[in-house]
């Protein structure tokens, strides 16, 4: 899988975790002192977020992280 590809789908998985806890993007990007548009980024799987912006958004959203998509290319 590409690095393209994780993007696309962590984002997928996280936009469907925000979706269940009824939260806008805007909410969870102040909750974990992002930028709206970086937040987006992320959903979109234009950006793949660092290891510390993706443990920030798993806590917002009350996610475990072992069950997002492979990360391995993700780096901080």
């Known amino acids: 899988m590409s690095q393209r590809q994780r993007a ?3 984002g ?3 936009r469907a ?3 269940k806890t009824g939260l806008t993007q805007e ?3 102040h909750q974990i002192e992002l930028h709206p548009m970086t937040y987006g980024g992320i959903e979109r799987g234009r950006l793949l977020p660092s290891i510390s912006t993706l443990t920030r958004i798993c806590i917002a959203l009350k996610l ?6 492979d990360l391995r290319d993700v780096r901080d």
């Open 17 to 19: 975790a925000r979706e």
């Open 64 to 69: 475990d992280p072992d069950t997002l998509p």
């Open 8 to 10: 696309i789908a962590l």
């Open 12 to 14: 997928a998985a996280i």
């Open 27 to 29: 909410e969870v990007a």
